[in-house]
């Protein structure tokens, strides 16, 4: 079944705490994304890469970084992460251009 | 900039006919794209159009006129299942890192 899977689906953690959530699709898609979800802001992308090595900022990148060494996996990463960052995270694939995204499940995170 | 502008909430009745607009002033114009999100879940894909007139799929049609930064996404025959967020993406030439901008949604209630 072709997916994009997300984990963890939910995470209460701690203000300066590590954390990765991980992202994994199996359509062999060359781009992937992060967004955001927050209430009366919408979707709004972090992070973009278009193919392995390749990354991008998108509107809201800062505190986040995200590594793609490897064409499935898209890890999003939170060094220190803060509670303005407590929100609802999707990840998705495409294949071209004018293609739909793909979204995982979502990832709700609270920081507190 | 990119911006798209959506109604933050609409309600109908089972079995009749609701239109959601979206209005977008982007820096360029390679597509258009309707996706459906229940609360809580991933959004899902349901109509892209990249030329003018309308697109139709069963209950659902959207419309383009890119002359016009406007775009509708009609549902007949509605049924309580339709109770969801409709969101309006943009895919522009700025934007994102793809970009790609979503709207902010449109919550729409249907009432038996």
């Known amino acids: 079944e072709a997916q994009v899977t997300q984990n963890p689906r939910y995470l209460i953690t701690v203000t300066g705490k590590k954390l990765t959530v991980t992202c994994s699709q199996n359509?062999?898609?060359?781009?992937m994304s992060w967004y955001r979800q927050d209430p009366g802001l919408g979707l709004r992308q972090i992070y973009y890469s278009m193919n392995v090595e390749v990354t991008d900022k998108g509107d809201v990148p800062e505190g986040y970084k995200v590594s793609r060494k490897e064409k499935r996996n898209f890890p999003l990463i939170l060094e220190s992460p803060s509670p303005n960052q407590t929100s609802l995270y999707f990840c998705?694939?495409?294949?071209?251009?004018?293609?739909?995204?793909?979204f995982g499940d979502g990832t709700r995170l609270s920081i507190l | 900039g990119q911006n798209i502008d959506q109604p933050t909430e609409m309600t109908a009745t089972e079995g009749a006919i609701v239109q959601i607009n979206c209005t977008y002033q982007?820096?360029?114009?390679?597509?258009l794209f309707w996706y459906q999100q229940h609360a809580g879940e991933a959004p899902t894909f349901l109509s892209y159009n990249v030329l003018d007139g309308l697109e139709e799929k069963g209950r659902f049609s959207s419309f383009l006129s890119r002359s016009k930064g406007y775009s509708y996404l009609l549902l007949k025959e509605l049924q309580m299942k339709d109770s969801a967020s409709y969101l309006c993406?943009?895919?522009?030439?700025?934007?994102?890192?793809?970009?790609?901008?979503f709207g902010k949604g449109t919550h729409l209630i249907i009432q038996p």
């Open positions: 982007t820096s360029g114009f390679n597509g």
């Open positions: 993406a943009v895919r522009g030439g700025g934007g994102g890192a793809d970009g790609l901008t």
């Open positions: 359509m062999n898609h060359e781009y």
């Open positions: 998705a694939s495409r294949a071209y251009t004018n293609q739909p995204q793909h």
